[in-house]
């Protein structure tokens, strides 16, 4: 691993992030930087309390102003520094945003300790029976839905 | 077990996903989330269409439900896909507190269209530097600090 002076010097900025919309009371205390070619591309923090919205974490956030400010959704290249280790939902947007690398500086068990729940939700991928999650998920096959994937494999566009 | 209710509802995130398919939104995934019979919220993959990767239909019916609501919780609530949901849109359905996914096409499906979820979901129970995105742990003091800061505030909100 290679961490120099800029990458530290972004990874203290997404924590002051954290601090800052903490203390504004919008969610619990994460920030994200997001960089591209030494270059801040954008910033994201926990604004769940804020705007309601359950999926509006740090590194989510910083990755869909990100791909604002691009006009596209490849961040290939692109390191992604985060006050706590990302959760499986922005870990997955990550992977479906090209993110290339991560550093972070809380870890999932101290989430735990502040009541953050994700490393138990990671616990729930260990589950190979998706009916026996914490979320039940029912497999309800259906004729309709087959079709839809069939129009799409045959879309010319 | 799903009852005649649930295949409504599925049918209503299968027909979203065909139509908004056809209409160029973004790739065949529709979502309804439903509480007492009462539909919060629907959601549609808008990944091409709003330049967003994070616009699957699950994540956007959640934010629209939440949004409609007033509120970061869908408890009790069910979520209808089209397709089983990725790996992001599973997690969060965890963080919208919702109580049950009932779904019709499957990763493997989603995969034979080009729609590959299964190598997200392989990554996922990887230690964070093992991973296909390299991830380094890099505690700092004020990191920690910032934690602390939470616990010890007085008006914090529980959830
Ligand atoms: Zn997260
Ligand atoms: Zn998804």
Redesign the interface.
């Known amino acids: 691993?290679s961490?120099d002076s800029k990458?530290?010097g972004f990874?203290?900025r997404a924590?002051?992030i954290?601090?800052e919309h903490?203390r504004s009371?919008e969610g619990?205390?994460f920030g994200a930087v997001l960089v591209l070619n030494g270059k801040p591309l954008a910033e994201g923090w926990n604004s769940?309390?804020a705007s309601?919205?359950?999926?509006a974490?740090a590194e989510?956030m910083a990755?869909?102003r990100a791909?604002?400010v691009?006009?596209?959704?490849d961040?290939s290249g692109s390191v992604l520094y985060a006050?706590?280790?990302?959760?499986?939902?922005?870990?997955?947007?990550?992977?479906?945003?090209g993110?290339?690398?991560?550093?972070?500086?809380?870890?999932r068990q101290?989430?735990s300790?502040?009541?953050a729940?994700t490393e138990a939700?990671?616990a729930?991928?260990?589950k190979e029976n998706?009916e026996e999650r914490?979320?039940?998920?029912?497999?309800?096959?259906?004729a309709?839905?087959?079709?839809?994937?069939d129009?799409?494999?045959a879309?010319a566009? | 077990m799903t009852t005649q209710d649930d295949l409504l509802h599925l049918a209503r995130a299968v027909a979203l996903s065909r139509e908004r398919m056809e209409a160029n939104l973004g790739g065949p995934f529709g979502a309804v989330i439903v509480r007492e019979g009462r539909v919060l919220g629907e959601g549609w993959n808008e990944v091409t269409s709003s330049n967003d990767p994070t616009a699957h239909a699950e994540v956007t019916a959640i934010r629209k439900a939440c949004g409609a609501l007033g509120d970061f919780s869908l408890a009790g609530a069910t979520l209808y896909t089209s397709c089983e949901p990725c790996p992001m849109c599973l997690a969060s359905a965890y963080w919208a507190r919702i109580s049950r996914i009932v779904y019709a096409n499957t990763r493997d499906e989603a995969a034979a269209i080009g729609f590959d979820d299964a190598f997200i979901y392989d990554e996922m129970p990887k230690p964070p530097g093992e991973r296909a995105i390299p991830m380094d742990h890099v505690p700092t003091p004020e990191a920690a600090a910032a934690f602390a800061a939470w616990m010890a505030k007085p008006d914090k909100i529980e959830y």
């Open positions: 691993m961490f990458d530290r990874l203290k924590v002051d954290a601090f903490m009371g619990r205390p769940v309390f309601k919205d359950p999926t974490h989510l990755i869909r791909c604002k691009l006009g596209h959704g961040l006050s706590g280790e990302p959760c499986p939902m922005c870990l997955g947007a990550m992977f479906l945003a993110v290339s690398r991560c550093y972070y500086a809380t870890t101290e989430a300790r502040i009541g729940q939700i990671y729930e991928y260990l998706p914490a979320i039940p998920c029912i497999h309800a096959p259906m309709e839905a087959s079709a839809a994937f129009e799409w494999l879309k566009d």
